[in-house]
T-cell receptor
Framework: EPEVTQTPSHQVTQMGQEVILRCVPI?????FYWYRQILGQKVEFLVS????????KSEIFDDQFSVERPDGSNFTLKIRSTKLEDSAMYFC????????????FGDGTRLSIL | GQNIDQPTEMTATEGAIVQINCTYQ??????LFWYQQHAGEAPTFLSY????GLEEKGRFSSFLSRSKGYSYLLLKELQMKDSASYLC???????????FGRGTSLIVHP
């Protein structure tokens, strides 16, 4: 069964450094998402992406964050200058459609900011 | 905004039945998802309800009452591997993005 893959599984970065999290969505999916989950807390939406542009973003997704689909398969999340509070599990998800269709999540990247 | 409430933790015995409730307050309801999340892993899709009633899928069923802002996930013939967090997520308003509840941690013991 096709799946969403994310790399790396764990990223440790110094505060203030840039970090790029990578995702390969399911190949025939059209909608792409990033979520984060701080340890012990709920899954929070960051951004959705469709047709090569951001379709929706949350208040969390400020100017420090950006997304890109550099080629036909990868979908990346960049955090420009990381803060301690960016430490979380970051999940990429993809879907065939929007409402009525489930999102398929990757296994996540655990980001630890020191 | 949305307010989604689920119990924090539940325990049950292997082989038993457990019902996990979710209540929500929202405007422009568009659907409700249930996801399962094992510790340190990704959420995996269990069910989707948009109309009132019960959706059955093997050992798992999900119920929705839109007028009451209420859903439950019913797990039958519990197995040890069902120990996980169960996330209720609601889609509403003009957005198609699900808002997740805090999840219910289910512990299944022998």
């Amino acid at each position: 069964e096709p799946e969403v893959t994310q790399t790396p599984s764990h990223q440790v970065t110094q505060m203030g450094q840039e970090v790029i999290l990578r995702c390969v969505p399911i190949s025939n999916h059209l909608y792409f998402y990033w979520y984060r989950q701080i340890l012990g807390q709920k899954v929070e939406f960051l951004v959705s992406f469709y047709n090569n542009e951001i379709s929706e973003k949350s208040e969390i997704f400020d100017d420090q964050f950006s997304v890109e689909r550099p080629d036909g398969s990868n979908f990346t999340l960049k955090i420009r200058s990381t803060k301690l509070e960016d430490s979380a599990m970051y999940f990429c998800a993809s879907g065939m459609d929007t409402v009525n269709q489930p999102q398929h999540f990757g296994d996540g990247t655990r980001l630890s900011i020191l | 905004g949305q307010n989604i409430d689920q119990p924090t933790e539940m325990t049950a015995t292997e082989g038993a039945i457990v019902q996990i409730n979710c209540t929500y307050q929202t405007s422009g309801f568009n659907g409700l998802f249930w996801y399962q999340q094992h510790a340190g892993e990704a959420p995996t899709f269990l069910s989707y309800n948009v109309l009132d009633g019960l959706e059955e899928k093997g050992r798992f069923s999900s119920f929705l009452s839109r007028s009451k802002g209420y859903s439950y996930l019913l797990l039958k013939e519990l197995q040890m591997k069902d120990s996980a967090s169960y996330l209720c997520a609601v889609v509403s308003g003009g957005s198609y993005i699900p808002t997740f509840g805090r999840g219910t941690s289910l512990i299944v013991h022998p």
